[in-house]
């Protein structure tokens, strides 16, 4: 099984940075070896892809809503993906969820809130 938690969500002004951590603990998996993904859904809206990593960490991708705003990384001896957002939205409120691939079996977070509001 694949558990993962997210944290670093909150209240930031608009123009403002936030920091999500996403910490994976994987029994039977091997975390390197997953492709991680950061969702989000705002309300009323479907979730949507925000950001993507492969398991070596070697190629990203980002949505067009974030793209050059945020970057996504990982630390595979930590087990944990991170998203930077900077220059933050009110348009960017949403709930953010970390996602894992591994071995084509999906997993899924909590999810974190991020509001941004003056």
């Known amino acids: 099984q694949v558990q993962l938690v997210e944290s670093g969500g909150g209240l930031v002004q608009p123009g403002g940075s936030l920091r999500l951590s996403c910490a994976v603990t994987?029994?039977?998996?091997?975390?390197?070896?997953?492709?991680m993904n950061w969702y989000r859904q705002a309300p009323g809206k479907e979730r949507e892809l925000v950001a993507a990593?492969?398991?070596?960490?070697?190629?990203?991708n980002y949505a067009g809503s974030g793209e050059g705003r945020f970057t996504i990384s990982r630390d595979n001896a930590k087990k944990t993906v991170y998203l930077q957002m900077n220059g933050l939205k009110p348009e960017d409120t949403a709930v953010y969820y970390c996602?894992?691939?591994?071995?084509?079996?999906?997993?899924w977070g909590q999810g974190t809130q991020v509001t941004v509001s003056s």
């Open positions: 996602n894992a691939i591994c071995f084509q079996r999906a997993f």
């Open positions: 994987a029994s039977g998996f091997t975390f390197s070896r997953c492709d």
């Open positions: 990593i492969s398991s070596a960490g070697g190629s990203t």
